[in-house]
Nanobody
Framework: QVHVAESGGGLVQAGGSLSLSCTVS????????MGWFRQGPGNEREFVAA????????MYADSVKGRFIISRDIAKNTLLLQMDSLKANDTAVYYC?????????????????WGQGTQVTVSS
């Protein structure tokens, strides 16, 4: 009954920017952190960024820190990922996910609802 949908992926030149959006429909009594993960060609799915239920606490992978910003719009049940200074190795399928609880976490296993993924390709 929880539906997750990403949008905003595409092709961009290295050094450019993209903004990803994730819309979630879930139970009103649930208070869940959310996060972004990515999986590049031939690679394991890895953590990118996460935000607490209220959005005040955020976490970032070292590889994207200072370049990506995660934010939430609670009223719209929307998660955003602003990606700047993109590099070729940012190329991946990006997934939006909903965590079990309200605390931001880097652990993939703490996320129980996932979107279908959106492709981000960065050309050099």
């Amino acid at each position: 009954q929880v539906h997750v949908a990403e949008s905003g992926g595409g092709l961009v030149q290295a050094g450019g920017s993209l903004s990803l959006s994730c819309t979630v429909s879930r139970r009103t009594a649930s208070n869940n952190a959310m996060g972004w993960f990515r999986q590049g060609p031939g690679n394991e799915r890895e953590f990118v960024a996460a935000a607490s239920w209220r959005g005040g606490d955020t976490m970032y992978a070292d590889s994207v820190k200072g370049r990506f910003i995660i934010s939430r719009d609670i009223a719209k049940n929307t998660l955003l990922l602003q990606m700047d200074s993109l590099k070729a190795n940012d190329t991946a399928v990006y997934y939006c996910a909903v965590a079990r609880g309200p605390i931001a976490t880097t652990n993939l296993n703490n996320y129980i609802y996932w979107g279908q993924g959106t492709q981000v390709t960065v050309s050099s």
